[in-house]
């Protein structure tokens, strides 16, 4: 079954009691039971519901992976990974990450005694010289955050069968539209569904995706024990939000690719982050790994000056200023104060994080409006 036809249909069959075709909204905590522990197959909705069973599926079949399971958000997921953990277990990421990925590594699972190195994963040599006795699983962003660097699945993801360390992507700036990791032998996929699987802002959650039997039914315990559960209302928007993720993301890449070439002619624009372009070092890899380049790109104006990238933010009319990306409506996000705040400045800086960075989700709308709003904004 071709990408398109799973997103309508995966995971979602009609409802048995009426023929409804859109999978109900169960909203119930709890199930009657017809003797102690016979039941059909729930029991409380913090364990299962029918909708997020549903909305597992879809999204365990959306990334040819065997089982899927939902969290309140992006970093309940993360969360749960973490917890897989023992103290004096060490987890190597990329440097430039997520700041909530690097907040719960660093502020809340390092006092608890895991391990975590930060690596620039451009370079393989860099993934081999930070890998130890103690090395348990690496952590993947790619395209990474802010800075849309490319890594290399498949290449990390050998060294990791080798050794015997998990493997797990962050696919939440590709979606599985445009890479599956699982098919590059990574252990777990990571999705803050909050972004282009919801696809309009109006939700917040997480999933983890695995083909690994052991690792899901793990998963799936932390998921009931902690109870970092999404809402079956959740659960519906996101499964209404999948049937549009395949033209979505094909608009959201048309439009970053004009926009980031744009932004590359432009005199006061000294760079340009998109793996699309040619002068990107992450585009012949993109090329390969992935089957379009995304709708998120970063930029610097010339000067460095953190006025005129204030200024320009705040010009702005169509981009909005606010957190969070991968909606229909394109967002403007200054990484160093909004998304990144919680990453040090000098950690910032060292990789290549500069305070005047300004990045944007390119959202669906008509391409001309929103060049026009950024030439008006940068003036």
Same mark, same amino acid.
């Given at each position: 079954?071709?990408?398109?036809?799973?997103?309508? !249909?995966?995971?979602?069959?009609?409802?048995? =009691?009426?023929?409804?075709?859109?999978?109900?909204?169960?909203?119930?905590?709890?199930?009657?039971?017809?003797? +102690?522990?016979? !039941?059909?197959?729930?029991?409380?909705?913090?364990?299962?519901?029918?909708?997020?069973?549903? $909305?597992?599926? @879809?999204?365990?079949? $959306?990334?040819?992976?065997?089982?899927?399971?939902?969290? @309140?958000?992006?970093?309940?997921?993360?969360?749960?990974?973490?917890?897989?953990?023992?103290?004096?277990?060490?987890?190597?990421?990329?440097?430039?990450?997520?700041?909530?990925?690097?907040?719960?590594?660093?502020?809340?699972?390092?006092?608890?005694?895991?391990?975590?190195?930060?690596?620039?994963?451009?370079?393989?040599?860099?993934?081999?010289?930070?890998?130890?006795?103690?090395?348990?699983?690496?952590?993947?962003?790619?395209?990474?955050?802010?800075?849309?660097?490319?890594?290399?699945?498949?290449?990390?993801?050998?060294?990791?069968?080798?050794?015997?360390?998990?493997?797990?992507?962050?696919?939440?700036?590709?979606?599985?539209?445009?890479?599956? +990791?699982?098919?590059?032998?990574?252990?777990?996929?990571?999705?803050?569904?909050?972004?282009?699987?919801?696809?309009?802002?109006?939700?917040?959650?997480?999933?983890?995706? =695995?083909?690994?039997?052991?690792?899901?039914?793990?998963?799936?315990?932390?998921?009931?024990?902690?109870?970092?559960? +999404?809402?079956?209302?959740?659960?519906?928007?996101?499964?209404?939000?999948?049937?549009?993720?395949?033209?979505?993301?094909?608009?959201?890449?048309?439009?970053?690719?004009?926009?980031?070439?744009?932004?590359?002619?432009?005199?006061?624009?000294?760079?340009?982050?998109?793996?699309?372009?040619? @002068?990107?070092?992450?585009?012949?890899?993109?090329?390969?790994?992935?089957?379009?380049?995304?709708?998120?790109?970063?930029?610097?104006?010339?000067?460095?000056?953190?006025?005129?990238?204030?200024?320009?933010?705040?010009?702005?009319?169509?981009?909005?200023?606010?957190?969070?990306?991968?909606?229909?409506?394109?967002?403007?996000?200054? +990484?160093?104060?909004?998304?990144?705040?919680?990453?040090?400045?000098?950690?910032?800086?060292?990789?290549?994080?500069?305070?005047?960075?300004?990045?944007?989700?390119?959202?669906?709308?008509?391409?001309?409006?929103?060049?026009?709003?950024?030439?008006?904004?940068?003036?």
């Amino acid at each position: 079954m071709k990408f398109a036809t799973k997103a309508i !249909h995966a995971g979602v069959e009609p409802d048995p =009691t009426t023929g409804a075709i859109m999978t109900p909204i169960y909203q119930t905590s709890t199930y009657v039971q017809e003797s +102690p522990g016979k !039941h059909k197959g729930y029991e409380y909705s913090r364990t299962h519901n029918p909708t997020r069973t549903a $909305l597992q599926n @879809a999204l365990a079949a $959306l990334e040819n992976g065997k089982h899927g399971i939902c969290y @309140a958000s992006g970093l309940a997921a993360t969360d749960a990974v973490l917890k897989l953990y023992r103290p004096g277990d060490e987890i190597i990421a990329t440097n430039d990450i997520y700041g909530g990925t690097y907040r719960i590594m660093k502020r809340i699972y390092e006092p608890f005694c895991l391990t975590f190195k930060f690596v620039d994963m451009s370079n393989m040599a860099n993934i081999e010289a930070a890998v130890s006795e103690k090395t348990k699983m690496i952590w993947i962003e790619t395209p990474t955050n802010p800075l849309l660097k490319i890594v290399d699945i498949k290449a990390i993801t050998s060294i990791c069968r080798k050794r015997g360390i998990h493997s797990v992507v962050d696919n939440t700036f590709a979606s599985p539209y445009l890479q599956n +990791p699982l098919d590059m032998e990574a252990d777990i996929v990571m999705h803050s569904v909050t972004k282009y699987l919801g696809g309009h802002s109006d939700t917040v959650m997480g999933a983890l995706v =695995t083909n690994d039997d052991a690792l899901a039914k793990e998963l799936a315990f932390i998921q009931n024990a902690s109870g970092a559960v +999404p809402g079956p209302q959740d659960c519906f928007l996101v499964l209404r939000g999948l049937k549009t993720l395949h033209i979505r993301m094909q608009r959201h890449c048309e439009n970053a690719m004009e926009v980031a070439k744009w932004l590359e002619a432009h005199p006061k624009v000294s760079k340009v982050y998109y793996p699309g372009l040619p @002068a990107h070092p992450g585009h012949e890899l993109a090329s390969r790994q992935m089957r379009g380049y995304g709708g998120m790109l970063s930029f610097e104006l010339k000067g460095d000056v953190y006025d005129e990238a204030v200024k320009t933010m705040e010009n702005l009319k169509v981009f909005s200023l606010g957190e969070s990306l991968g909606g229909v409506e394109s967002l403007c996000t200054h +990484p160093a104060s909004m998304t990144h705040a919680s990453i040090p400045k000098e950690e910032r800086l060292k990789t290549g994080l500069k305070d005047t960075l300004i990045r944007l989700s390119v959202g669906i709308e008509d391409v001309e409006d929103l060049i026009a709003d950024l030439e008006q904004a940068i003036g």
